[in-house]
């Protein structure tokens, strides 16, 4: 392998690629990430072995030369320095060439770097995924709805099905669920083009959407997600992104939902956020994060915590709307947050059917979308 | 106590007290912050025993009232909820109520706090500091002064001297030394109206230092030092910044700063830390950060790095000017960055006597800065 390369499209891909690189591997070639040209450019891949990413530089892009091709081949550079060093190159202009025992030479401006490589051969070959079932979504609406659920996935790895989110897709309609058995995020979004595709059950981790999340560019792009067997592939741009399904059957969690409320209370977004926000930072001082949700005679509600230590706070929010039986319930402040820092609605609904049971918000500008709490079972 | 007072001065006059406040002190009542009201305004002091500040928000400010005081009195609030909660009240306007066992209210919108104080009178009383010998300096050349010498006090407890930066004030001419025995800074500055003063062997702990820049505003400030017995005190603005100073004699180091050299560099700094940087990153994989310099016989001189695992960087650097004989030295690459960090000159000089010898850094805008740098004594 012989040729020149631009430093920032090569730098972007090496990027978008790194994620992929886990520091725990105890697999060595998986420390490395994989280099291959030929006449059409260079393809980066690199795996953890759940999540493998793969990026392509073409050699020409709207008629800039970005990679000249003289000699095809390929290698495995280590990832953590090779990914460091390209960026602080001092030169636009980038020559590589690859020698005898993979001994890689890099030169630009006057640096010269001799990097030892690896046999690509050793790189583990990339599942192949058929593409009957392409979904094409907006980046930006795939990004939200990742956003939106994946705070609440379990970090505990002895439920691994709850550490990821649940993917279905039925009649258009493209719903992400994710629970750590405390509290539960759902949301759901129309797709267009979807008519003949539908599948359930697709669970797929926390950690790799949040990655996916960080490759999908800013400005209009589309998403093209494969859902294959035991893999998913979001095609973007030019990077392919492949991730493991996890294994194991995702709990009901339709039942749990309530279908009618005893109370039920519309609030403005931002006044709940902050008095909740000031709540939970004395609930914080005493570990429980538990705040307290009152109904008031005046129609108002109150938001309170106290701590034997440290003193009380009180706040008195008016709501938009009230229905149903006055409430007094206590619930994790943080979930409460986690939540409220999500929603993009101005205003929301919260809704409950007495202390012990389950508060439901729903944004009111996304009746789609709904999140779950489970309160906190106090005897006061 | 009670008052009304406008929520950013008390804000920003916590913030600065806050910084003294240990999360690791064993005595309770210094986790708190102690607030004085009397007709003149209101003073806040924090204290860790090692550093004392106070911040003085007066009842009016150009015609502004800020505080409104309706009864004087004291109180002291637990820091770490107080500094978070005040920043978060809903309104500009907040009401503050000492009651009876010092329990506190505070009012700002529809938000009430009620908070356990404590006993004012258990509050340390602040050292008081003879002002005999008060200097008067820039706020940001102090902060420079700290920037520049800081980086290399040690961290190691076992030489509790060496953890501090040395201070000398003589002929008008203010003097920083840091140093951990592996390198070196110093820094000179003249300083206006200092005819009558002299100190030496003040030695004020570095992370003090940093504290005490943190608080220097950026705008342009004077900084009053009053140096007394075993105390220092900083007169910013309405802020008073106290500091112990260590106990011990600080080593002399005059003698290890050689007189002439052997060879003798002028680089361009930018150039120089960017190469060092690409040949670090290498040196790093192999926990040593060792890089080689070396003069080449056309005139230039090439840092390198080698990792028997990763490969090896070579880079090549031209010089502004050579004098005296080729070398070849090794050094701790680390070492060398934290020096070209905070090196505001464009050009340095750099000096050697041999590849045993310390390494001399001087800007060639500062002639009163020096750096010193141990070499890597290695057998190649």
């Known amino acids: 392998m012989k040729i020149r390369i631009l430093k920032n499209e090569l730098n972007e891909s090496i990027q978008h690629v790194a994620k992929a690189i886990s520091s725990r591997t105890t697999i060595p070639i998986l420390t490395g990430i994989k280099l291959e040209v030929n006449f059409q450019g260079m393809i980066l891949t690199a795996s953890d072995t759940d999540i493998s990413i793969q990026a392509f530089i073409p050699t020409e892009d709207d008629k800039k030369t970005i990679v000249t091709v003289e000699r095809p081949g390929s290698v495995v550079l280590p990832a953590k320095f090779f990914v460091e060093i390209i960026k602080k190159l001092p030169s636009q202009e980038i020559e590589m060439e690859v020698k005898e025992g993979f001994q890689t030479f890099i030169r630009s401006g006057a640096t010269d770097i001799q990097m030892v490589g690896l046999d690509p051969e050793e790189f583990p070959v990339l599942p192949s995924v058929e593409e009957d079932q392409v979904v094409s979504i907006p980046g930006d609406l795939l990004r939200n709805m990742i956003k939106q659920t994946v705070f609440s996935i379990s970090t505990h790895e002895t439920t691994p099905i709850l550490t990821g989110v649940l993917w279905n897709l039925n009649d258009n309609l493209f719903k992400f669920v994710a629970t750590d058995r405390h509290r539960l995020a759902s949301r759901i979004a129309p797709l267009e083009d ?109 938001i309170s915590s106290s701590s034997s230590e440290l003193g009380k706070v009180t706040e008195q929010i008016d709501v938009v709307d009230f229905k149903g039986d006055p409430l007094r319930i206590s619930f994790n402040s943080k979930y409460m947050l986690d939540v409220l820092k999500v929603v993009e609605s101005e205003q929301l609904h919260i809704s409950f059917n007495g202390p012990m049971s389950p508060i439901i918000v729903k944004p009111v500008d996304e009746s789609r979308s709904l999140y779950l709490i489970l309160p906190y079972r106090t005897t006061n």
């Open 194 to 302: 979807a008519d003949n595709i539908r599948f359930s059950n697709i669970v797929i981790s926390g950690k790799t959407l949040n990655e996916l999340s960080k490759i999908i560019p800013d400005q209009n792009t589309r998403v093209d997600i494969v859902v294959a067997d035991n893999q998913v592939l979001f095609k973007i741009d030019r990077v392919l992104f492949y991730s493991r399904i996890l294994d194991g059957t995702y709990p009901d969690t339709s039942k749990i939902i309530p279908t009618t409320y005893k109370t039920e209370l519309v609030l403005d977004t931002k006044k709940l956020s902050e008095s909740i926000d000031r709540a939970y930072l004395l609930s914080r001082e005493e570990k429980t994060n538990i705040v307290r949700l009152q109904t008031l005679e005046d129609g108002t509600i109150e």
